[in-house]
């Protein structure tokens, strides 16, 4: 059964931090995961801020609402679990059809969410999906971008986290004297949490910006 974006659960607020998605949703039962499926498509920008098709690497996990004991005794792929094949593929397939479609990054999440949904033997098996999208081309001084998002189907609870991995800069830093006579290489990894406004999920641009800019002040 497939989920449609537009029938997805609306957030009961404004997305919250992951720190109190942590606290509220509790630790789940058992989870299906798959990790960094690599695909292109034209989803959000590049590092330039230009609309670009690029490598995208897209992984997702299912907290399930129910134990996947009767699958793992039968050693069978029943109605309590879901097939992580399945997953993989109806994700790929959905994601290259619009692959040449440009995207914002909103848009691409809830065409991922509605795959996965799509995969499950029925809606309530599931409790929360997470989907994290990275765009290795998504900086231009840092190993990549990306963007955490989590829903929790029962309380309509949504986390937005806007990243950016590995960036390297050069700055001042440390607090003996011969520390601070000269640039030191620093990698910094940023996250922005929670994100509020869906535009701002494509912003990672602007924040590799500020970074420099605030390392270059510093120093």
Request: overall charge neutral; proline content about 5%; aromatic content about 6%.
């Amino acid at each position: 059964m497939s989920i449609l974006p537009h029938t997805l659960p609306a957030p009961s607020s404004y997305p919250i931090s992951r720190r109190e998605w942590d606290r509220r949703i509790p630790s789940p039962t058992d989870i299906i995961s798959v990790r960094n499926l690599s695909i292109s498509a034209t989803v959000s920008v590049d590092g330039w801020g230009r609309w670009k098709y690029q490598p995208v690497l897209i992984s997702i996990t299912l907290s399930l609402a129910q134990s996947v004991a009767s699958a793992a005794a039968s050693d069978e792929v029943d109605q309590s679990t879901v097939h992580y094949g399945n997953l993989s593929k109806n994700v790929m397939q959905a994601v290259g059809k619009k692959a040449k479609e440009e995207m914002v990054m909103e848009d691409f999440i809830h065409l991922v969410e509605d795959a996965a949904c799509g995969t499950v033997p029925f809606p309530a098996l599931i409790e929360t999906l997470e989907v994290e999208v990275f765009l290795s081309k998504g900086s231009l001084a840092g190993k990549g971008a990306g963007l955490q998002w989590a829903r929790a189907f029962g309380i309509g609870e949504v986390s937005r986290v806007l990243f950016l991995r590995d960036v390297g800069v050069r700055t001042v830093i440390g607090v003996n004297q011969n520390e601070r006579e000269m640039k030191q290489q620093v990698v910094a990894n940023l996250w922005v949490d929670p994100i509020t406004k869906s535009v701002a999920m494509d912003m990672y641009p602007l924040m590799e910006k500020l970074l420099v800019k605030a390392s270059n002040d510093f120093s």
